[in-house]
Each structure stands twice: as structure tokens, then as C-alpha cells.
């Protein structure tokens, strides 16, 4: 067991993981911890070049390239970035892990979801966070929020709903699998409130009193 502390944060996109992230990280700082914020695809330097190879490549990706590259990412991230800071009993706050993956190549594309979890495993010499935050979001209301934004859509966001929702079920029956590793959250509930539903169960696995 690592000293620290690994928390990952999933969903679809516009979920709002970003959001929650930093005030996760503002809030454990201000309690005296050490926080590293991060994010796969993209947490290091040749994680930026993944990255860009996944997510605006305009030609083709073969699935198993893609579930590769991710994978990739995965392993140089860490390898080179998240173990250490545990060995020094930092806290880790990570958007997106190898349940991305799952969800995302496994039950999104054509390959099978137990492959792609080895797969993320073997790159992550069986790293598992201790604690994963679900935000979970109707696809359509994912999309109206990022047409909201009017952000450019990458690959896969440019996917169709239909991907999307099979993206969604397929993070809930990950949680509904390991609900010790889960906490599933309604992510159309106002930013403070789910924070709030955050920072207590963030607060007892580190037993902490919240008063
Ligand atoms: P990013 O912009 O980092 O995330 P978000 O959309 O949550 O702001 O985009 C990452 C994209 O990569 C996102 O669409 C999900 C996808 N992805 C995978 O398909 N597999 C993976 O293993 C990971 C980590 C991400």
C-alpha cells in the first residue's frame, strides 16, 4: 500500500469532473495536504503528444491503436508522476483513469471490457485508485452543456449520442461492480452541493470530522 492518497474522477464529458476537481484539491489544501492535480489523456510530456494523437488525429484510429495509445498515457503517467507523489504521501486527484478506458474503448468501440481492464492494469502495474467519483449525467443534458460552452468537439465527443449513452451505463455498472471503490454522483445537482457530498466521504476515508 502507498501512503497517499489516489482519487480519480469519471464520467462523460461536460460532467463537470474539472470543476469538482479543483475544489476537491482547494479544499485538501487548505487542510495542509499536499495535492497533485492531473489528468489522463495528457499528464505528462509525452502524454501531451498522446494526447494529441487521440483526440485530434483526423485520420482513422484503429480501435486497438486507440485502447494502445490510451494505455500508453496510462503508463508514463504513472510511472513517472502518480506513484511517486503517493510514495510521498501526497494526494492525487486525477480526471479520468483506466475506467475511462473501459467505458470509453471496451464498451463505447467493438473491444470487450475485461480486455482493455487488463490491458489498463498491466500499464498500470495494477494501480487501482482509493477512491473513484462517478459523475453521472444524462447524455443529453452532457451535450446541452457543452454546446453551452461552444467548445470545439474533440474525436470522441464528436461521437453520437447513442456512444455516449453506452458510455454512461457502462461507468454505472463499473461503480455498481466495486461500490466500495465508487461514489456515484447526480451531476446535475448545483456545483456546492455535490462538493459538499465530496468532501464528506473524501473526509472519512481519511478520518476526518467535518465539523
Ligand atoms: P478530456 O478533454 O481530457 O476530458 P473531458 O472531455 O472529460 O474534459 O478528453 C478526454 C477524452 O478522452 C474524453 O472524451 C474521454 C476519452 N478517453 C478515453 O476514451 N479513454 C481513456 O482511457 C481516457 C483517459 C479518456
Known amino acids: 500500500m502507498t501512503p497517499g492518497l489516489f482519487i480519480t474522477?469519471?464520467?462523460?464529458?461536460?460532467?463537470?469532473?474539472?470543476?469538482?476537481?479543483?475544489?476537491l484539491g482547494e479544499w485538501l489544501q487548505a487542510l495542509g495536504r499536499t495535492v497533485v492535480r492531473t489528468r489522463e489523456p495528457g499528464g505528462t510530456e509525452v502524454g501531451v503528444e498522446i494526447r494529441e494523437?487521440?483526440?485530434?488525429?483526423?485520420?482513422?484510429?484503429?480501435?486497438?491503436?486507440?485502447?494502445?495509445?490510451?494505455?500508453?498515457?496510462?503508463?508514463?503517467?504513472?510511472?513517472?508522476?502518480?506513484?511517486?507523489?503517493?510514495?510521498?504521501?501526497?494526494?492525487v486527484i486525477q480526471d479520468r483513469y483506466l475506467d475511462s478506458s473501459v467505458a470509453y474503448q471496451g464498451?463505447?468501440?467493438?473491444?470487450?471490457?475485461p480486455e482493455v481492464r487488463d490491458l489498463s492494469l498491466w500499464a498500470a502495474e495494477g494501480l487501482l485508485p482509493h477512491l473513484t467519483l462517478l459523475l453521472d449525467l444524462d447524455e443529453t443534458?452532457?451535450?446541452?452543456?457543452?454546446?453551452?460552452?461552444?467548445k470545439r468537439f474533440d474525436r470522441l465527443e464528436a461521437e453520437k449520442n447513442e456512444f455516449h449513452a453506452r458510455v454512461r451505463a457502462a461507468f454505472l455498472e463499473l461503480a455498481a461492480a466495486e461500490p466500495e471503490r465508487f461514489l456515484v454522483l447526480d451531476a446535475s445537482l448545483p456545483v456546492d452541493e455535490l462538493a459538499a457530498l465530496i468532501r464528506a466521504r473524501v473526509a472519512a476515508l481519511l478520518g476526518l470530522s467535518l465539523d
Request: glycine share 12%.
Open 9 to 23: 474522477l469519471e464520467g462523460g464529458d461536460g460532467s463537470g469532473k474539472s470543476t469538482q476537481a479543483a475544489l
Open 53 to 91: 494523437i487521440v483526440l485530434h488525429h483526423r485520420g482513422e484510429v484503429s480501435p486497438r491503436a486507440e485502447a494502445l495509445l490510451y494505455a500508453a498515457d496510462r503508463a508514463q503517467h504513472i510511472a513517472t508522476k502518480v506513484r511517486p507523489a503517493l510514495a510521498r504521501g501526497e494526494v
Open 141 to 150: 443534458a452532457a451535450r446541452t452543456r457543452l454546446n453551452a460552452a461552444n
Open 107 to 113: 464498451a463505447g468501440r467493438v473491444l470487450g471490457a
